[in-house]
C-alpha cells in the first residue's frame, strides 16, 4: 500500500453541492488543494474549491483529465455512473470504491445487498411493471410506499399507496421502468449512524443522530439521539457492520427507523457525508467533513468525541418566500451558528443553509435552534421528539 496522501495533495472531489463545499472547506483548512467536477457553474463548493470543472458526468474524457490532475478522487454527489468512477480509477484512487457508489445508488441492488447480508429491512419487493405491482401490493399489504430504483433523494420518487387501487395510478406516476414496494412503517422516530472507515479498516462513528423530517426531507437533527441505550448499541453495530461489508473506505450514513419496540429497520444507505452528521462541524472535535479527508487520504481517523449536545435545523428555500431571511435575528443567541451554502436561488425544499446550536441539554440546543430558525421567519410546520424509551 502506498502512503498517505498529505497537505499539499489535492483532492478531487466528483459533485459540487454542499456536501463538496463543507469537505473542500476542512481540506483547505488542513492544507490540501481541491478541485471539483459538475455540470455547474459557480456551485457551492466551486466557490471555495481551487477549480471547478464544469462537465457533464458522462463525459468521460473530461473524468478522466479531471482524476488526472488530483491525487485522489472522492464523491459527494451518488449518482454518478459507475463508466464514470471507473474512468477516474485509471488515474486516481476513488474512494470509496465506485462499487460502493454502484450499489448505493440503486434502491434495487441497495435491498439485495442488505437483504443478503442478513441486515434488518421492512419488507420489500422488486417491481418492474403494474402487474408486479399489484402482486407486490398483495404480498405486502397496505399501506406501502412504492420508490423508484435510482435517482430518489429527500422523498422525490417515492409514492404512498394507500389500497390496491392506488396501483395503476402510482405505477404511471412514477414513470419508472424499475421500483422497490415497501411495507410502509409505523416508526416511532428515524435514527442515522454517521461512521467512517479508514484505509486500514479502522472505524469511527458519531453516535446515534435523531432525525425529524417534515414533507420526507430532513428538517432537524439531534445529537445525542433519545433511544435507549440498548438502541443505540445495536444502530451502531447495525453500522460498523455494513461499513466492513460493503468495504468502505470513507464516511457511510445508515439511516434507520425505531420501532415503538426500539428495533431497527434500515431504510437507506448514503456512503458519503450526511445532512444529519452536519451538526459534527460545530459539536465535535473532528467533523463528518474532516472524517472523510482522513479517511480517502489514508490518514488516521480523528476523534469523534462530542464537546456538547447539539441540534441542527435545515435552512429550505421556502424560507426566502418573503426576501431576505433575518440572519441577524437568528444570531442573536450566541450558540447559534449559521451555516450558508452559496445557492443563488432559493427554490422551495431546496437545501440552502443549516443552524446548529450548542446546549447545556440536547432538549436546551434543539429549543435554540428551532427558535432561531423561527427568527428566521421560517414557514415550515415542526414538531418535536419523543421521550427515550426503555
Ligand atoms: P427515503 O428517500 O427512502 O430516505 O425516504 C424519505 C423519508 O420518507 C424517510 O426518511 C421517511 O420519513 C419516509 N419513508 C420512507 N420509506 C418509508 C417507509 N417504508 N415507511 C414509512 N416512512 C417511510
Known sequence: MNGPILPGATIGVLGSGQLG???????????????????????PTGQVADLEV?????????????????????????????????????????????????TT?????????????????????????????????????????????????????????GSPGDAEGAWTSLDTDEAVLESFIEFEQEVSVVIARGLDGAMAHFGVLGNHHVRHILDVTI???????????????LAEHIAEQIDLVGVLCVEMFVNAEGELLVNELAPRPHNSGHLTIDACITSQFEQ???????????????LRPAAMANLLGDL???????????????????HLYG??????????????????????????VREARRALRLKI???????VKG
Open 21 to 43: 463545499r463543507m469537505l473542500a472547506l476542512e481540506a483547505r483548512r488542513m492544507g490540501y488543494r481541491v478541485h471539483t467536477f459538475a455540470p455547474d457553474h459557480d456551485s
Open 292 to 306: 472523510q479527508l482522513r479517511a480517502v487520504c489514508g490518514l488516521p481517523l480523528g476523534s469523534t468525541f462530542q
Open 105 to 161: 445508488q440503486n434502491r434495487v441492488r441497495e435491498k439485495r445487498f442488505l437483504a443478503a447480508g442478513g441486515f434488518p429491512v421492512a419488507p420489500w419487493v422488486e417491481v418492474r411493471s403494474c402487474e408486479d405491482l399489484v402482486a407486490g401490493i398483495e404480498e405486502l399489504g397496505c399501506p406501502a410506499v412504492l420508490k423508484t430504483a435510482g435517482w430518489g433523494y429527500d422523498g422525490k420518487g417515492q409514492v404512498r399507496i
Open 343 to 368: 445557492k443563488a436561488e432559493p427554490r422551495t425544499g431546496r437545501k440552502m443553509g443549516h443552524l446548529t446550536a450548542l446546549g447545556a441539554t440536547v432538549e436546551a440546543a434543539e429549543e435554540s
Open 320 to 338: 426566502w418566500a418573503q426576501g431576505e431571511p433575518g440572519w441577524a435575528s437568528a444570531l442573536r443567541t450566541p450558540e447559534v451558528k449559521l
Open 54 to 102: 464544469s462537465a457533464e458526468y458522462d463525459d468521460l474524457d473530461a473524468v478522466e483529465a479531471f482524476a488526472a490532475a488530483v491525487d485522489v478522487v472522492t464523491f459527494e454527489f451518488e449518482n454518478v455512473a459507475a463508466e464514470a468512477t471507473a474512468a477516474a480509477a485509471r488515474h486516481a484512487p476513488v474512494r470509496p470504491d465506485g462499487s460502493v457508489l454502484h
Open 223 to 237: 445529537a445525542p439521539a433519545k433511544v435507549s441505550r440498548k438502541t443505540a448499541s445495536a444502530a451502531i453495530e
Open 381 to 387: 410546520e415542526t414538531g418535536t421528539f419523543p421521550a
